[in-house]
């Protein structure tokens, strides 16, 4: 990519997605972008920050990185507030819940309503807490530490910043949402 991913590879990661290739992979690590060709720019922790579709000319992604740069301090970690601002911004309709609680996380969570469907979402005091605690959940959601889980539905279990997000259904608009906005879910189905 011109270089570019040399002069900033310690502030930024460039994955090339190549829609053409039968495995997905391509000069860069592959990342879906609705099936097209193109560039997503990522801040470290792997937060999608600009888009773009097609061969992009270097001057075009200069100015995105140089702003990107600028604003990683600044960024605030993901948190339930920023959740529901994000879902707002994309014209998501939504609407919060009452509180509930799961026996296996620490944090009161939050029902969230996507498209009719509870999201449960639990914040916690650190994004180290969220990953240590999604840790404990295996790989297809059955378990969460000692607690053996019969659910209802497919769970989906999401982490990003300070929150874990909890899916229990198969409405796939729910689960691109969450992927889009969270990223791949770490367990359930």
């Known amino acids: 990519m011109n270089g570019l991913e040399e002069k900033y590879q310690d502030q930024v990661e460039f994955r090339k997605i190549d829609a053409n290739s039968p495995t997905g992979k391509s000069a860069y690590q592959a990342y879906a972008l609705r099936g097209h060709p193109g560039y997503v720019l990522l801040s470290p922790d792997g937060s999608t920050i600009w888009k773009g579709l097609g061969e992009q000319p270097v001057e075009n992604l200069e100015e995105p990185i140089i702003s990107v740069i600028g604003n990683l301090n ?3 970690v993901f948190e339930f507030t920023r959740f529901v601002e994000e879902l707002g911004s994309l014209g ?3 609407k919060i819940g009452g509180g509930v609680s799961q026996p296996f996380f620490t944090p009161q969570g ?6 009719g469907e509870d999201v449960q979402v639990f914040e916690y005091g650190s994004e180290e807490e969220a990953i240590n605690e999604g840790k404990l959940v295996s ?10 889980i019969t659910w209802v539905d497919t769970p989906h279990f999401f982490q990003a910043g300070r929150i874990i997000a909890l899916y229990v259904g198969k ?13 791949n879910q770490f367990a359930g189905g």
């Open 74 to 76: 600044e960024m605030e």
């Open 92 to 94: 998501i309709p939504i």
């Open 110 to 115: 939050q029902i969230v309503k996507l498209h």
């Open 139 to 148: 790989a297809d959601g059955s378990s969460v530490g000692t607690t053996m």
């Open 171 to 183: 409405d796939p608009q729910v689960i691109e949402i969450l992927n889009e906005l969270l990223g």
